[in-house]
């Protein structure tokens, strides 16, 4: 099934069913297939609330989170798109600030599966048309919008003139569809650059700098960049941990600061700060029928970037016992290499429903041993305990537990 997404509601679940076998089941760039769509919709695209465009390789969803919390404690509506889900398809698409209904989420699929015939769109291009009919059918004062996959071709770069766009760290990832050099991949993301619109962007690698300014310019698109038009506030911290999200948080505040029809406060961002959440970033898990009462974290850590910023806090907070499910594209030597100082010990274990690296292979090669499910890894592995690797692993630690994103 494409993106293995399950529901737990009969309605919805018979339109993902339905997704299933009219789709390619394959991600695939391109705004032609999304763009004949929409307009078969009349262009929904055009009736949103000012969008904030989120792009980056890791950090968008944060950053996304961070605007929403400060818009929201600035007395604003919501409206967010977001992927992957963890948990529940519902997780992608939260209209005026409450996550989608199954009922109504049931319709708009089904609404949008009527209208597709001769399209063949993928499982995303799908999910952003039913996200943005919700969007332009309900009032709201903004519309944050982060990019699935890369960005010139991403299914969301349908715009117009999005309010103000963003770009957060870029790295190496998504070789297959982005280009295998950091230059190729940073050109991508800089394709939701448009004319006039302001693009903020975090300090990135010379070379990935240099491909974004380079687009940016190609565009028109006036570019507030960290380090030379501001400078990264310490400060500004949030209820999510690292050094990485106070990056992430002065991402959105400048994006914030560099447009003026939704104006928010220094002191409405910091309270937005303390009550933004975003699941499975560093994040403690709750008593529950998968960990019991065992201390034991959640991190998506799913390339070698991301699990970098996991090791940073792991040196401030402690070595942990690691559980680590890597999907098959991934890089799996990079991610365990930079998570090694910091392992107590290694459990890998399988990533249900999707390709990914053998456990047992894994542990041959860089030691630890391997487990048939995560049930099986935390079982008798003592205190304090992480499980890492990747995002999709997180979302069944997540179900295991009880604890649903809301």
Known sequence: MPDFARSDSPAVQAQLDRLAQLSPGDDRLGLDRVTRLLERFDRPQDALPPVFHVAGTNGKGSTCAFLRAALEASGRTVHMFTSPHLVRFNERIRIAGKLISDDYLAELLAEVLDASDGIEP?????TTAAAFLAFARTPADAAIIEVGLGGRLDSTNVF???????IANVGIDHQQFLGTSLVEIAAEKAGIARSGVPLVMLA???EAEAAILRVANE?????????RDWTLDPTLRSSLLGEHQVRNANLAWQMLQQQQILPVGRASFQSGLTLAQWPARFQELAPGPLVGTAKTWLDGAHNLEAAEALAAL??????KHLVLGILANKDASGVIAALA???????????PDHAHHDPGELANTFGGKAAPSLEDALRELPEPRLIAG?????????RLNGQLPD
């Open 390 to 398: 990747s995002l999709y692993l997180a979302g069944e630690a997540l």
């Open 160 to 166: 117009e003139a999005p309010l103000i766009t963003g």
């Open 204 to 206: 990135q690698a010379p």
């Open 122 to 126: 993928s499982f995303f291009e799908v």
């Open 341 to 351: 100082p910091y392992a107590l010990s290694f459990t890998f274990v399988p990533v």
């Open 219 to 227: 565009r028109s698109a006036p570019v507030w960049l960290e380090g």
């Open 314 to 319: 792991l040196a401030d907070h402690g070595p």
